[in-house]
T-cell receptor
Framework: DADVTQTPRNRITKTGKRIMLECSQT?????MYWYRQDPGLGLRLIYY???????NKGEISDGYSVSRQAQAKFSLSLESAIPNQTALYFC????????????FGPGTRLTVL | QKEVEQNSGPLSVPEGAIASLNCTYS??????FFWYRQYSGKSPELIMF????GDKEDGRFTAQLNKASQYVSLLIRDSQPSDSATYLC???????????FGKGTRLSVIA
């Protein structure tokens, strides 16, 4: 079984809809991250969490919110989706003891019409 | 200067050649450096990490780190078409913060 899973893998929605992307991990890591990736723009950090009680904004948090329900679960919400949020979204985890290496989930391809 | 810079490419090399990918970083205090490979539409996967100045070899891959000049490079020997992907350089910021990723270099190995 995959160590980091994301659901759904693909989603098409309409402008204004609320969307939740979910991430679960079995690696036992404390740290979890959400990124979006757009062609030519690389990986951009949306939010990150270093433990269950810790939530931090990344470089592009506007229009997004997150919830860390447990050590193993970190969800990303788009309260009112807009077309420019169409992107590939990745969840990642890390353990500080690994020197910062991050392990990525398979990604969610989100299309907002 | 951006925190982590990479040439976006595409870098095209013939099959069997050496591919050389470069990355520069701005924080002189950075201690560890990571190279990820990402196939189109897939998630990044770690292929090399390096902490010390000099070279680190793993199979066909060699990471080279020069902290004085603030660059890290990845050499791929005997390049194969299956090496065609985007290669991301990642560097930790100081303090308790996430990795900073470069935008990646797209490599194309021509058979």
């Amino acid at each position: 079984d995959a160590d980091v899973t994301q659901t759904p893998r693909n989603r098409i929605t309409k402008t204004g809809k609320r969307i939740m992307l979910e991430c679960s991990q079995t690696k036992g890591h404390d740290r979890m991250y959400w990124y979006r990736q757009d062609p030519g723009l690389g990986l951009r950090l949306i939010y990150y969490s270093f433990d269950v009680k810790d939530i931090n904004k990344g470089e592009i948090s506007d229009g997004y919110s997150v919830s860390r329900q447990a050590q193993a679960k970190f969800s990303l919400s788009l309260e009112s989706a807009i077309p420019n949020q169409t992107a590939l979204y990745f969840c990642a985890t890390s353990d500080m003891g690994d020197g910062g290496e991050q392990f990525f989930g398979p990604g969610t391809r989100l299309t907002v019409l | 200067q951006k925190e982590v810079e990479q040439n976006s490419g595409p870098l095209s090399v013939p099959e069997g050649a050496i591919a050389s990918l470069n990355c520069t970083y701005s924080d002189r205090g950075s201690q560890s450096f990571f190279w990820y490979r990402q196939y189109s539409g897939k998630s990044p996967e770690l292929i090399m990490f390096i902490y010390s100045n000099g070279d680190k070899e793993d199979g066909r891959f060699t990471a080279q780190l020069n902290k004085a000049s603030q660059y890290v490079s990845l050499l791929i020997r005997d390049s194969q078409p299956s090496d065609s992907a985007t290669y991301l350089c990642a560097v930790p910021r100081r303090g308790n913060t996430p990795l900073v990723f470069g935008k990646g270099t797209r490599l194309s190995v021509i058979a």
